[in-house]
């Protein structure tokens, strides 16, 4: 089944899965529409990381490893990176 999904589907999943079991796992949220959110917003994020993984000229086989990633470190996290990587560069 996976293998007939577009790249950027199954890192999309990948992240959704991987937040969810996060959450669920670290008890971090117990109301299930913040989990859902959570899960969403990390599928949305790798939706996004895969423009960068394309301008980049990367395989499309990084996108599941970039949806589990995102799905692991979580929103905070890959916000908290993000944030400190454009200061850096803001500051140079």
């Given at each position: 089944?996976?293998k007939?999904?577009?790249?950027?589907?199954?890192?999309?999943?990948?992240?959704?899965?991987?937040?969810?079991?996060?959450?669920?796992?670290?008890k971090?949220?117990?109301?299930?529409?913040?989990?859902?959110?959570?899960a969403?917003?990390?599928?949305?994020?790798?939706?996004?990381?895969?423009?960068?993984?394309?301008?980049?000229?990367?395989?499309?086989?990084?996108?599941?490893?970039?949806?589990?990633?995102?799905?692991?470190?979580g929103?905070?996290?890959?916000?908290?990176?993000?944030?400190?990587?454009?200061?850096?560069?803001?500051?140079?």
């Amino acid at each position: 089944m996976i293998k007939h999904m577009p790249p950027w589907l199954s890192g999309v999943l990948m992240a959704v899965v991987v937040a969810m079991l996060r959450v669920i796992y670290d008890k971090q949220e117990t109301d299930w529409s913040r989990m859902a959110l959570e899960a969403v917003i990390c599928g949305a994020l790798t939706l996004a990381a895969g423009s960068a993984i394309s301008a980049m000229g990367l395989s499309d086989q990084w996108h599941m490893f970039i949806g589990g990633l995102i799905g692991f470190m979580g929103v905070h996290t890959v916000r908290r990176i993000t944030v400190k990587a454009v200061e850096k560069r803001i500051d140079k």
